[in-house]
């Protein structure tokens, strides 16, 4: 059986299984405190800008702006703890998420949102995306409702990029978005589980420092992109970097051997490993979009990133079902489910040609 359920089936790549065994018995500090640590999070603070210096900047302010960047990057263990923390950590008791209908925080994490306390306020979406629009109705929604203090007050927005839906912010889109949400001073956060499969996409127009300036935390995938397990936190915005890892820990995300982490984020960012392990991804999965519009297969979404989606007919999925693992989405009509096809930064080539061959 071939795999093309999902993008974390596979183990790490080879270059940090190496590391971790390399430094296997060396003795450091825990909690992310660790050299490997503290160097990775540095080097994902200088890719993101935030510690460039800024013009006219003094020698004393650069050193202010150097040490208050040093709480910007936290590494936790996976996507749904992230989300967690961070909205946990963002909202007061009133206040609720505002996410499209479609976001993981509504539908794939078991209502660990609302364990906290915390409602998922969720937009109906055609295609997965928020717009900057219906961002602002809904802040202005609650704002000039006659009930205002009875109902959920939007305390922040959640994005995706890319979407569970496999597509694209623009950049345009982005800064629409974030504009809205720096006027009603609602803080920007965006689950980047996927986000160097979104940035390699020959689709994208934003990079790793777009979203940096236009968002007020993200977190940079390592599960789903070649890492045992891992997410990369930054908080951009100063404002909510204060007392972060008390959130961490006791939101049970504070993993006591910290350099695990550390070593991995440190090795996928070393020579562009991330990214290169990225684009192989997006290339596997453009062959097989490629090979679903020649061969007449309509597509479920307009996905250029590692997630592919289309129709079968019942009778082809169950033949294709003999040999590979798809995701089932939903049944279109009695005839047809659309399913996902999804690569990741292992996906072997010559699987590839075997599903093209198959289809």
């Known amino acids: 059986m071939i795999h093309f359920e999902c993008d974390y089936e596979e183990g790490c790549a080879p270059e940090i299984l190496e590391a971790l065994t390399q430094t296997n018995l060396e003795q450091t500090v825990g909690y992310g ?8 999070k540095q080097r994902i603070a200088d890719l993101c800008g935030l510690t ?13 702006r150097e040490k208050e960047t040093a709480g910007a990057v ?17 909202l007061r008791p009133h206040q609720g ?55 959920i007050q939007p305390g922040m927005v959640y994005l995706s990029y890319p979407t569970e839906t496999g597509l694209l912010y623009t950049k345009g889109e982005l800064e629409g978005i974030s504009a809205i949400c720096r006027q009603y001073r609602v803080p920007l956060y965006v689950d980047g589980a996927r986000i160097g499969y979104g940035l390699m996409s020959p689709q994208a127009d934003l990079t790793l420092r777009d979203i940096a ?7 940079i995938g390592g599960t789903k992109q070649g890492a045992l397990f891992g997410e990369a936190l930054v908080i951009c915005n100063p404002l909510y970097r204060k007392d972060f890892r008390y959130f961490i820990k006791q939101g049970g995300g504070m993993l006591a051997k910290g350099r695990l982490l550390g070593l991995q984020f ?19 999965a453009l062959r097989i979009r490629e090979a679903l519009v020649a061969k007449g297969y309509p597509l479920y979404m307009d996905s ?15 033949r294709l ?39």
């Open 266 to 284: 440190l090795t996928l960012f070393k020579d562009d490993l991330y990214w290169q392990l990225a684009r192989h991804a997006v290339t596997q």
């Open 33 to 40: 405190l660790d050299p490997y640590s503290q160097e990775a």
């Open 304 to 318: 250029y990133t590692n997630q592919q989606f289309t129709v079968l007919s019942n009778e082809q999925l169950e």
């Open 74 to 90: 936290h590494l936790l263990v996976g996507g749904t703890q992230t989300n967690t923390v961070v909205i946990n950590y963002l």
């Open 97 to 151: 998420v505002i996410a499209a209908d479609t976001g993981h925080v509504n539908v794939h994490e078991t209502g660990a949102i609302e364990h906290t306390g915390h409602k998922v306020l969720a937009l109906p979406t055609a295609d997965g995306k928020l717009t900057a629009g219906q961002v602002q109705d809904a802040i202005l929604g609650h704002l000039y409702d006659p009930n205002i203090e009875h109902t």
């Open 321 to 359: 079902q003999e040999r590979f693992l798809l995701s089932v989405i939903e049944r279109t009509d009695a005839d047809h489910t659309a399913v996902r096809i999804c690569t990741s930064w292992a996906t072997k080539a010559e699987n590839v040609s075997l599903l093209i061959e198959a289809l």
């Open 213 to 219: 300036e236009l968002t007020d935390l993200f977190y």
């Open 52 to 64: 460039d210096r800024q013009a006219g900047e003094t020698q004393r302010e650069a050193l202010w």
